[in-house]
């Protein structure tokens, strides 16, 4: 598959683009180091053209690496002009790399609500960094929700090692970069990779997750990514959310009819925003039916 890395000279980059040019992937580069501007929505879509995938990882990523202005453009007004080249390409997924600094907890910014922290934690960051990627996110659900093209976004943790000068990846552990494997959702994914995706968390060494990013079903969601196992604590928040969703949902449908009520409702009863509850469910019809499968294995088990 031919594959658009934005990003692919940075520290991240570099092993991401090697491991997927291993997988026998085409990998077309896009990097601020060779001159080419997340800004220019013209030249994105021409480094996108024929492109069946997208991993975009370029960004200002930090607070430090640019002014506000600066980092919310290149990161919220550049995500959504890599979101506009992938529509116009006909991509098939995009894998969005974001930052666990949309929990606003990072560096002293404040307190988590709980322990152990999960991907069910609020969204409360204040510094722009953190804001351009809550930003991202909700434009990758949105486009998800419009387009019907899958979209990931990936709570990135960290990563171990540098670049080297001229754009080589350190060898060994030095190089390692942590990608997702199976262990969140309820796995959808047959024995190959391309059968389907696997949207969760990760540990540490799994280099295969990248691919079943890429190659996933088109469900858009969003994944914590973690350099060690992920117990059972934050697995179970995830599952209680969306039992609250489904919930909810009911009550709606049952109060004001299923073809009154919106996502936008549902997501406002539930007390998330909008953009989240589509991290759970990729639309209204995504509720109903496991609404009706939850209920049949009810009967089931009675």
Partial sequence: MRILVTGHRGNVGVPVAGHLERLGHEVIGFDRADGMDLLDLAEVRDAAAGCGAVVHLGALAHDTAGSPEQIMAVNVLGTWHVLLAAEAAGVTRVIHFSSTQVFGIAEGERFPDYFPVD???????T??????????????????????????SLL????????????????????????????????????????GPVVTHA?????RALARS??????????????????????AGR?????????????????DGYTNTSMREVAAASGILAGSLYHHFESKEAIAVELVENYYADLDAA
């Fill in 239 to 255: 599952m209680r959310r969306r039992d609250e969703i489904l919930r909810t949902a009911a009550e709606l449908f049952a109060s």
């Fill in 214 to 235: 890429v190659a996933g079903r088109p469900d858009n969601g969003r994944v914590t990514v973690s350099p060690s196992p992920v117990p059972g604590p934050p697995l």
């Fill in 127 to 152: 510094r722009a960094y953190g804001l351009s990627k809550c930003l991202a996110e909700d434009l990758s659900a949105g486009f998800t929700a419009r387009t019907g093209i899958a979209s990931v």
């Fill in 119 to 125: 991907d069910v934690h609020p969204r409360r960051a």
């Fill in 203 to 207: 540990t540490a060494g799994d280099d």
């Fill in 156 to 195: 990135f943790l960290g990563h171990q090692g540098q670049v080297r000068q001229g754009g080589e990846a350190a060898v060994g552990r030095d190089a390692h970069v942590v990608f997702p494997r199976a262990a969140g959702q309820r796995s959808r994914r047959g024995p190959d990779p391309d059968a």
